[in-house]
């Protein structure tokens, strides 16, 4: 717990833009193989990705079990990364069949205070003959955030 709070140093607004990026996981996978990540977006509270990941899917019971996780991190000289916001996804609980974007609020992992809105969009793309299910994909578009927090300069 210490060693994430002493990475995160967010301030109230007199600070400097983030150098931001994306990375997505479909969990439970959290292997190095499922995680996706956009490009760093530099000095941005306010980035436009338009990126499009895939996912090799399961079945549609399958995926409906699982979650997409995305976390937001501004990028730091010297390999320190800070994170700036998640948000988790439980499959179930959403519309998955058009890749038509939705907002979701970033939270932060321990006291969920507001920290940004993030423009995805999610399509379960079957596979036209179940014979090929390496067809089967999950696609996952991020559009943008706004309103992501300035940086410490420290």
């Not at 423009?119 to 067809?135: A, E, F, I, V």
């Amino acid at each position: 717990k210490q060693w994430y709070q002493r990475r995160v140093a967010i301030t109230a607004g007199d600070g400097n833009p983030p150098n931001c990026y994306v990375k997505t996981y479909l969990l439970p996978d959290r292997s190095k193989t499922a995680k996706r990540k956009t490009k760093t977006k530099k000095r941005a509270t306010n980035p436009v990705f338009n990126e499009i990941f895939q996912y090799k899917a399961p079945s549609m019971e399958d995926l409906c079990s699982m979650t997409l996780w995305l976390t937001v991190w501004d990028t730091r000289q010297l390999g320190h990364n800070m994170f700036l916001g998640e948000v988790r996804i439980q499959l179930d609980s959403i519309q998955i069949t058009t890749l038509t974007p939705t907002w979701w609020q970033l939270k932060h992992l321990e006291d969920s205070h507001f920290r940004g809105s993030i423009l995805l969009g999610l399509m379960y793309c079957p596979s036209p003959d179940d014979k090929k299910k390496k067809k089967t994909c999950l696609k996952l578009k991020v559009v943008e955030a706004r309103d992501l927090p300035l940086m410490d300069n420290n």
